[in-house]
T-cell receptor, first 112, second 118 residues
Framework: KQEVTQIPAALSVPEGENLVLNCSFT??????LQWFRQDPGKGLTSLLL?????REQTSGRLNASLDKSSGRSTLYIAASQPGDSATYLC???????????FGTGTRLQVTL | GAVVSQHPSRVICKSGTSVKIECRSL??????MFWYRQFPKQSLMLMAT?????????EQGVEKDKFLINHASLTLSTLTVTSAHPEDSSFYIC??????????????FGDGTRLSIL
């Protein structure tokens, strides 16, 4: 059974800092890995999707890497802003029907 | 593109009531829809997977008679929580994938429904 873990569970940083969120998964036989953002009481916004054959994806200040063999992914956020405050979830797709297994999430707070 | 609309966003009702939640794909055909449940400060847990025109596949531990799922068209899936009780209070989120109907399609998420049973 696939298990996804995210470290740290919570993180508070001052504005402008670069930061790294970590995601690990137990079964390396994945189709893809996604990073999502969730604001309180809201649904999920997809940030980046990395296919199993890819090593990284970039979008603006966000960069996600994938090391499938070691079961790890990182989300790098450059020059953090208060608007980045949210919960960040990683999820891996395994098996058929695009089923996703979600991590436990990292609650990020960026302070002024 | 790839917008998923979920309605209602919030429901408050008495114990014993049945509640229906709708999930619509607005600009694509969703061959597969997923229903998740999220408890406070926890991650999403998959409840069931539904394919258009066929019965939903429920995850272990999810009562199919309690959580009725209908996926009658390529743009609409519904989740009905039957005879809801306070322990059913939670945040329910749907997602949809498609339109090619192939495996490994990305999922697009709705904004969720906050269900509170008094």
């Amino acid at each position: 059974k696939q298990e996804v873990t995210q470290i740290p569970a919570a993180l508070s940083v001052p504005e402008g800092e670069n930061l790294v969120l970590n995601c690990s998964f137990t079964d390396s036989a994945i189709y893809n890995l996604q990073w999502f953002r969730q604001d309180p009481g809201k649904g999920l916004t997809s940030l980046l999707l990395i296919q199993s054959s890819q090593r990284e994806q970039t979008s603006g200040r966000l960069n996600a890497s994938l090391d499938k063999s070691s079961g790890r992914s990182t989300l790098y956020i450059a020059a953090s802003q208060p608007g980045d405050s949210a919960t960040y979830l990683c999820a891996v797709s395994t098996g058929t029907a695009s089923k996703l297994t979600f991590g436990t999430g990292t609650r990020l707070q960026v302070t002024l | 593109g790839a917008v998923v609309s979920q309605h209602p966003s919030r429901v408050i009702c008495k114990s014993g009531t049945s509640v229906k939640i709708e999930c619509r794909s607005l600009d694509f055909q969703a061959t597969t829809m997923f229903w998740y449940r999220q408890f406070p400060k926890q991650s999403l847990m998959l409840m069931a997977t539904s394919n258009e025109g066929s019965k939903a596949t429920y995850e272990q531990g999810v009562e199919k008679d309690k959580f009725l799922i209908n996926h009658a068209s390529l743009t609409l899936s519904t989740l009905t929580v039957t005879s809801a009780h306070p322990e059913d209070s939670s945040f329910y989120i749907c997602s949809a994938s498609g339109p090619q109907g192939m495996d490994n399609q990305p999922q697009h998420f709705g904004d969720g429904t906050r269900l509170s049973i008094l």
